[in-house]
């Protein structure tokens, strides 16, 4: 249902995350999925939604219409070609400025401004100097935890450090999407600034659109099959490698039944295609070929008939600050077994809708696969608990009503803020 009422503009800025693109590939995932979901959803709700990306490549549209009120724009930064998310810095200003056009040319102006990530913290914050306007920021990963975990940082390092800081220090709001996210902006960024939790969501009516029984013939499953399943990016840091260890140790009548499904698309020579060669190369050593398969990028019209049909769903990650594969799972009624890392530890709840195990901790996941695939009738009831617990906490329509208030809240201060300014004494 659409709401008849205009309850303002917003711009989401997104510069690096088209969320018009295909998900499920190297540098397109949850934050896309966010951006696309937040619009939409508030959009239903009587928001005028704008969702601002750059250009990519000459063959994208500069506009997308999602639905009614909700659009993507693309605007000119740089060339129309792929740049890593590491490469962009220097094409913000560029950015800013067409930004600043674009809002010319529709005689425009978004009292709320809501960035993802820091490279569009960046232009938030230049936004600010020049136009009035009230700015939230969702960082969707902070550069102060990935770095701990990578070996070789790049050159930007230090200048996304300064601006994540700057930026929990300055905006108006931070959304942190889970409170384990808000924990490690105070500890590991600053202890200034306002931050406030809202969870990210999921489409409850898609997924959870699928039975069991359905979906496993969709799959041509048999029903002796157990299927652990994964999905999301070829990254190492999203922990397949944990999960490929994990199947080996199983014993040999759990591996005769078992099949590892992977879904993820990649591209041959890009850094995705690197670590899916890698893990390829890793079943092999371990001998485990044939109970993997990579089933390649699926989209969220499918995903909902792999997540029902599968056993179990594993988010091995080495950190997560949500993880919207583990609520996705959940809402199908298939029990998570994550790394109790980040918003991981928000969203699985231990013996209840799934377990959790330390990260990169293979023998540990090889345990829980083991417990949950023993136990078909606590399996279905961790994934009857896991869908409850979706529906109460993580749909996107709840994440647009936080928002909403969030937004209206600014709004209202900044209308003050404004006859203050101009009317007072
Ligand atoms: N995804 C997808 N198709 C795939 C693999 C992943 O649509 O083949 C989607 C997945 O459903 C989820 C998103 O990509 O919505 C990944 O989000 P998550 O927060 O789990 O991880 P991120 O990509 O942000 O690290």
């Excluded at 050159?155 to 959304?175: G, S």
């Excluded at 960024?189 to 999921?202: A, F, L, Q, R, W």
């Excluded at 231990?350 to 990260?359: I, V």
Aim: proline share 5%; hydrophobic share 35%.
């Amino acid at each position: 249902m659409f709401s008849n009422q205009n309850k303002g503009k917003i711009a989401l800025i997104s510069v690096h995350g088209d969320p018009a693109v295909e998900i499920g590939k190297e540098e397109a995932g949850g934050q896309n999925v966010y951006v696309r979901c937040c619009g939409e959803a508030l959009a239903k709700q009587g928001w005028q939604v704008d969702l601002f990306t750059r250009k990519a490549s000459p063959d994208q549209e500069n506009i997308v219409v999602h639905s009614p009120n909700c659009r993507t724009i693309r605007l000119n930064a740089g060339p129309e070609a792929f740049i890593g998310r590491d490469d962009l810095f220097g094409y913000l200003p560029e950015f800013v400025e067409s930004f600043k056009q674009f809002q010319e040319r529709e005689g425009t102006l978004y009292p709320i401004i809501h960035t993802n990530y820091w490279l569009s913290s960046w232009v938030g914050m230049q936004l600010r100097k020049s136009q009035l306007l009230k700015l939230v920021h969702t960082y969707h990963s902070l550069g102060a935890i990935k770095y701990k975990s990578i070996s070789t940082i790049p050159l930007v390092a230090k200048t996304r450090l300064e601006v994540e800081k700057a930026c929990l220090e300055t905006a108006d709001c931070i959304v942190a999407t889970s409170p384990q996210e808000e924990e490690h902006m105070r500890t590991y960024v600053s202890e200034k600034g306002n931050i406030k939790v809202i969870p990210c969501g999921t489409n409850i009516e898609r997924f959870g659109s699928v039975r069991r029984e359905a979906a496993r013939d969709k799959l041509q499953l048999s029903p002796d099959d157990r299927v652990v399943l994964y999905v999301g990016r070829f990254d190492p840091r999203k922990g397949i490698e944990t999960a490929v260890r994990a199947v080996s140790h199983l014993s040999s009548e759990r591996k005769a039944q078992l099949k590892l499904m992977i879904a993820g698309g990649w591209t041959p020579g890009e850094k995705d295609g690197e670590e899916r060669d890698r893990i390829g190369q890793l079943t092999q050593a371990l001998g485990i070929e044939n109970n993997v398969q990579f089933v390649g990028r699926l989209d969220h019209t499918v995903l909902p008939t792999y997540y029902a049909a599968a056993d179990v769903c594993v988010v091995p990650s080495h950190y997560e600050p949500f993880g919207l594969v583990a609520i996705e799972a959940m809402a199908c009624g298939t029990p998570v077994i994550a790394s109790n890392v980040g918003g991981l530890k928000f969203t699985v709840i231990p013996e209840e809708t799934g377990l959790l195990a330390p990260p990169k901790d293979d023998r540990a996941f090889a345990e829980a696969i083991d417990r949950i695939l023993a136990d078909p009738q606590w399996r279905s009831q961790l994934g009857e608990q896991a869908r409850s617990r979706v529906e109460a906490k993580f749909s996107w329509d709840g994440v647009a009503s936080q928002l909403g208030e969030l937004y209206s809240d600014s709004i209202q201060q900044l209308t003050s803020e404004f006859f203050k300014h101009h009317f007072a004494g």
